[in-house]
């Protein structure tokens, strides 16, 4: 005699549960949150990718002053132990028997283009492996910029230098 109870009881429980979900708050697909600049036709969120779409890296950026600092910083902390941070080969793992890397002042590397770095730092070369997860895509433009300045400075002469630095230099 008690089940039937405990079953009405149960029917309240489950009916007091239920709620009209449509009138429950929500985002609509196409809603522009309050404050937001109205696009029309709607634009996707940032980041959303067509399925077939190509992802295309994005491109060097203009060279700075800060860009060459970042560029240095993060090349001192990936490249230097095999380049070393002059780069020319010699960094300290090559000093302990590791393979030596080609040095960055080879005609060959010196004529390279960008994109042939930033595919290195990608996708490794000989016993190099990945960069892909350690290193973002902008710090490896950043890294490409600065191994530029290094292949520059290489050939440098005082000449170069603004006389208003050249007295530092003495």
């Known amino acids: 005699m008690r089940w039937p ?5 149960a029917l309240l429980l489950a009916l007091a ?3 009209n979900m449509a009138n429950q708050p929500k985002r609509k697909a ?3 949150p309050y404050g937001e600049p109205v696009h029309w036709p709607p634009l996707p969120p ?3 990718v067509a399925r077939n779409e190509k992802l295309k890296p994005p491109g060097p950026p203009p060279v700075t002053l800060a860009l060459l600092q970042r560029g240095q910083q ?5 490249c230097s132990p095999c380049h070393g941070r002059d780069g020319h080969a010699n960094g300290m793992v090559v000093q302990r028997g590791f393979p030596q890397p080609p040095s960055y002042f080879e005609k060959r590397l010196e004529e390279a283009p960008n994109q042939h770095f930033y ?6 070369w000989g016993v190099m492996y990945p960069y892909a997860e350690r290193v973002a895509p902008s710090d490896r433009w950043a890294i490409i910029a ?5 292949q520059a400075s290489e050939k440098a002469t005082i000449a170069d230098v603004p006389p208003v630095y050249r007295a530092a230099l003495k």
């Open 17 to 19: 549960g239920c709620d």
């Open 30 to 32: 196409y809603a522009v």
């Open 46 to 48: 940032h980041g959303i």
């Open 146 to 150: 600065y191994i530029r300045a290094l």
């Open 74 to 78: 993060r090349f001192n902390i990936y």
């Open 119 to 124: 595919d290195v730092i990608t996708h490794g």
């Open 5 to 9: 109870v405990y079953l009405l009881l």
